[in-house]
């Protein structure tokens, strides 16, 4: 079992940044791919970005993509999402989720582990 927590979520303004962070426990850290996904009321969960063990291969969403940057600390079990440049449309709750793999993947459903999410608010 992985163990999943987010945190660093609140509310800030349009324009203003964020860094979410996720704290893994449980199994090894470092074999899993790591995602990041949100979900606004009354839409479907939606792929944010991901993240392999090994750091090196990193994939975004479009529309989030030279926003938002992945990263990860295999050392500290724990994997980031640092948010720029917010937007209004950026207001979900924000959560991670951990998958044993060395592939990257974008499909909630392909995802083992959940976090229990952080709202992130942006405003006006």
């Known amino acids: 079992q992985v163990q999943l927590v987010e945190s660093g979520g609140g509310l800030v303004q349009a324009g203003g940044s964020l860094r979410l962070s996720c704290a893994a426990s449980?199994?090894?850290?470092?074999?899993?791919?790591m995602g990041w996904f949100r979900q606004a009321p009354g839409k479907e969960r939606e792929f944010v970005a991901a993240i392999t063990w090994s750091d090196i291969n990193t994939y975004y969403a479009s529309s989030m993509k030279g926003r938002f940057t992945i990263s990860r600390d295999n050392a500290k079990n724990t994997v980031y999402l640092q948010m720029d440049s917010l937007k209004p449309e950026d207001t979900a709750v924000y959560y991670c989720?951990?998958?044993?793999?060395?592939?990257?993947?974008?499909?909630?459903?392909?995802?083992?582990?959940w976090g229990q999410g952080t709202q992130v608010t942006v405003s006006s």
């Open positions: 989720a951990a998958k044993k793999t060395r592939t990257l993947v974008r499909s909630p459903p392909e995802y083992d582990y």
């Open positions: 449980g199994r090894t850290f470092s074999a899993y791919t």
